[in-house]
């Protein structure tokens, strides 16, 4: 099955500094979500990218689909950034995840 | 509107007894979906309902598993004789085509 790897696998910010993750995956793609689970275990979208850059305030995407990579990038981070961010792509019908970047913002 | 919601939010249960874990799509959308995450990992993809076609069954891990989905709305995932290793978050999303939803989870604990 499609592989999808995440790197780095933990980070440690200090508030107001800017963060980019990367996310590889192994093969064509249906298309490519951007998730932020937070300290409570929720899951929030952030972006449904399968190409091209999207923007929403602090975050941006960029997904480069004939190259099998997308960039999260986090600006002036906030200590409520913090959590864990998770790439997934959709090969078929489901969703395979990469295995996170854990991201912790200090004040 | 309402997100998903599932219930129970956390169940704890003794080795070799069945659960029954629900989940409550958004209003409209056709597709749902289970995963599981174990502690620190990411998801893993059980099993995805599209409207009235078959179900994808690829991802139960074993035939302990199962899952329906009632009137294309709620859905209920049910382990049978529980063990150990089937500790984890058990987490539903639906879709109204390419984006997914997730409800809260169900955070199930077998001693």
């Known amino acids: 099955g499609i592989q999808v790897e995440q790197s780095p696998p933990d980070l440690i910010l200090q508030e107001g500094a800017n963060s980019t993750l990367r996310c590889n995956f192994s093969?064509?793609?249906?298309?490519l979500q951007w998730f932020h689970q937070n300290p409570w275990g929720q899951l929030i979208n952030l972006f449904y990218?399968?190409?091209g850059t999207k923007q929403n305030g602090r975050l941006s995407a960029t997904t480069v689909a004939t190259e099998r990579y997308s960039l999260l990038y986090i600006s002036s981070s906030q200590t409520t950034d913090s959590g864990v961010y998770f790439c997934?792509?959709?090969?078929?019908?489901?969703?395979?995840f990469g295995e996170g970047t854990q991201l912790t913002v200090n004040p | 509107g309402a997100g998903v919601s599932q219930s129970p939010s956390n169940k704890v249960t003794e080795k070799g007894k069945d659960v029954e874990l629900r989940c409550d799509p958004i209003?409209?959308?056709?597709?749902l979906y289970w995963y599981r995450q174990s502690l620190g990992q990411g998801l893993e993809f059980l099993i995805y309902?599209?409207?009235?076609?078959?179900?994808?069954k690829s991802g139960l891990p074993s035939d302990r598993f199962s899952a329906e989905r009632t009137g294309g709305s709620v859905s209920t995932l049910t382990i049978q004789r529980t063990q150990q290793e089937d500790s984890a978050v058990y987490l539903c999303?639906?879709?109204?085509?390419?984006?997914?939803?997730f409800g809260p989870g169900t955070r199930l604990l077998v001693l």
């Open positions: 209003s409209g959308h056709t597709a």
């Open positions: 999303a639906s879709s109204p085509k390419e984006t997914q939803y």
């Open positions: 093969d064509s793609v249906n298309n």
């Open positions: 997934a792509v959709t090969s078929g019908s489901r969703l395979t």
């Open positions: 309902f599209q409207g009235n076609s078959a179900p994808d």
């Open positions: 990218i399968p190409s």
